[in-house]
């Protein structure tokens, strides 16, 4: 019989990945340590750790970047797509999970497209027919622009747990005179809460990290909190490095807290895979 | 027959134990198979059968006890070091090659010349009269098609040992026969030494030379097929043996080879099996040896009957409201109060409250 | 779920069948329209606004009958600063997903034996959470030349003097591994676990040891789900924006497509010119990608079951 590989290679081998993992890991928490510890810092140049340690740094980007008005805009910005995406999401994917139409395929792909292609190439063409209707730099056109990847993100997120709910419930609802309306209200939206649930709270999360999008499409009263780091960052040689990674801690912290709520409902990957696997 | 397998006395287990976490899935199996046996591991979902098979084939390490192959030591050696072929219970065939390359898939690891392995390739397909099926991929096939592609690649490889983990459980009862005998055949021809995991017991009576029945990871007996139809060593062997009627009852009486016990209020004739004295026992009649007759000592009120074409299976409750099961050579109604017996050397007593 | 097929009460064949109900028999009724609205929404703010990209696109600033229809595009190709951006572009997108799809095999292979994956994949999801910008700004902070990652190479006599990370391709480069790693990783892991392990079990129990299993059974399974790995990692990094402003040099070695395409617009005011580079940004993503897919039919494409016929 053949023999066995050689044991102390395959240890190695082991090994080697682990300590590629945990490199990238170190340097990501360190990463984000640098951040923080510069947000608090008097001054730091050249020493591996500041000689002083301060909070003023969060009260002047608070009030430097105006970041009440901006967190403001951004949250209102994230539920109103929540609830939007939502709103068209869910009876959409309901009729895909439990309808076969001639063009159900050609549909699939549209709704694929949206989170296949990246958000720069379509949002060029997006903010341009955003500007020449009138919606360009205005919230209403980044909530607009911001539906247009999350709508399909709920539908495919919801068609599985659509597909989980026996058929024959509804079937039963129907029988007992439930029309569509009343069969959502009653039967399905409760039965689906836990995914709407995830989908939302991806949604929020996704918003608010995105960038692209936004960034094309927003105004200086539309901006939402990572448009507006990037442009305290662009600008840095202006401001204080440390008041602008003040900010970006604040942003952190915002995105992180949605982060860990999400993650009692849904499962890592889901924040990540855009497209649903159907190979 | 060129595939000729490799040569062995004697597989042992060794008070093998397997756990997983605090359940116990294995306890103390002890198990002695002779080079040409069938063997087949019998019991309901849950009793260990299959992951004494996986322990054995080395995909799970054992907890405690050994494995011994005649004289070597096998369990702490990986899977790939063991050379036992293995038919798992969804066929496993790698979807990405022909049946061909799937069967010489074990040949290839041992590094042998591309002509042996052709060669050795044709005799296991024809073997399993899957000749013209060599270049199909295995979505392409069947269900008895896949099946007949895994024992193939199980047994090209010339293992002394093959070992089967409920291989005929996915598919349709017409097929299932058909395979049965199929997979007999191929042991007869090629002598080899088969351990077979099933939970039907039909299974396991046609095919084995011996059977382990196991429950909750402990063997409950070893024997024969006849043995264990006949004559079950306890209870809940008896149960999953097919002998539907477990009755509870009181012993009393003893001689020579027969007892008397009293179920409700019928006395029968039994033959014990356990040790039992007087006090509590229970009853075990397979329903083909519980008939009517007009002397017999238990009454009952039938329920049910069905046809079976040769005689009438039903189902009658007694006074006592136990359901019984029996069989009838003429047509009875529901309703219709009967009075069922059977012969001594068919009911088998037990003591009671030991399974 | 099938469509439900409403049998029609027959009686004479001339009797026309009501609308509504060979609407049915197709899976056309009111359920259906539900989809409607969402259909409606994407197709009005992705697919027309690219069809009138597409058209704009053709219309240059200059009018054109003036300069022609392909104006734009021909000053792309002409103008080196505009079309080196698709290599340049590449230059940083394809080495990256290469590098991530080839390291996220052998690091899914291991995790999938893990028990708690999911402190390991919350980990690896942060940077995706952050966001890009979050990322660059870190960056910044740590590649800098007085950043601790410098620090630590100095101490440990690795370098002498701090290496360049920042404002140059390598940050940009580290900034899209970083960013993307945990993505592609996720995807080959789902693909990975996606294998029916019996097969392994049966490939072991036939001499096959850990290599052995992985070259002739697990690749061969996991080639089509990398590709697609590939595709959509690759059409991400490709479209790189914030990080090669951020930490690059966004005026020569890490002038992407992207950049280019907002300078036309947001810059030059330049709308027509700025769909064109969109236009082309999205051809070349379609182009790499319809290269990999079509080698990805050389490869077997079915189930990675262990079939049951």
Redesign the interface.
Known sequence: ????ENPVLSRLWAYAIWAVVLFFVINLFAMIATVVVNSLSTRWLGTWLPPGFTTRWYFSAWKEFQLDDVLVVTFQIAAAVAFLSALLGVPAAYALARRDFPGKKLVMLLFLLPLLVPPFTYGIPLATVLYKSGLGGTMWGVIVANLVPTVPFVVLVLIPFIEQIDPRVEAAARVFGAGTVRLFIYVLVPLLTPGILAAVLLVLMRTMAAFELTFLTSGPGSQTLVVSLYYAVSAAGVRAGQSVDAMAVIYMLTTLIWLLIALRFVNPTQIVARAKQTH | MAIRLRAFERLRLDNVSRNFGTLNALKNVTLDVRRGEFIALLGPSGCGKSTALNCL???LPLTAGSIWLDDKRLDQL?????????V?Q???????MTARRNVA??LM???RPKAEIEQMVNEALALVRLTALGDK???Q???????RVAIA??IV?QPPLV?MDEPLS??DAKLRLEMRAEIRRIHNLLGSTTIYVTHDQDEALSLADRIVVLRDGMVRQVGTPEELYARPAHADVAEFMGYRNLLPSRASGNGDGRMTVTFGNANLIGTPIEAVGSGDATIAIRPDDLTPSADAPISAVVETAEYRGRDFYGTARTSDNVELFFRSDRKVASGETVRLGADPTRVLVYARGVT | MTSQSIPVAGSGRHERVPLRLRLAQRGIDGVTLLVLPAALFILLLFVYPFLYGMNLSVHPKGGAETVGRFANYARFFSDSFLYDTILTTLWLALPVTIINVVMSIPVAMRVRLMRRQRLLTTILVLPVTLGAVLVAEGLLNYLGPQGWLNRTLITFGLVSSPIRLVHNYWGVFIALIIHSFPFTFLLTLSYVTGI?P??E?????????PR?RFR??IL??LLPGLAITFCLSFVQDFAVFPSAVLLGAPAGPTRVISIAAYQAAFEEYDYSMASAIAMIMGFVQLLIVVAVLTSRGLF?R????????
């Open positions: 019989m053949k023999g066995n | 084939a080395g995909l990986k899977p790939e070091a063991r050379g036992f072929g293995m798992f969804n066929y496993a065939l790698f979807p990405h898939f074990g690891m041992q590094r991929l295995p979505g096939m069947s269900g008895g098609q896949q099946q690649r199980a490889v070992l996915n598919l | 029916d019996s097969l079990q049966a490939a072991s129990t036939l001499g096959a040891g052995a002739h059974i061969p399974l077997y079915g189930p990675a079951g262990g079939g049951k016929g």
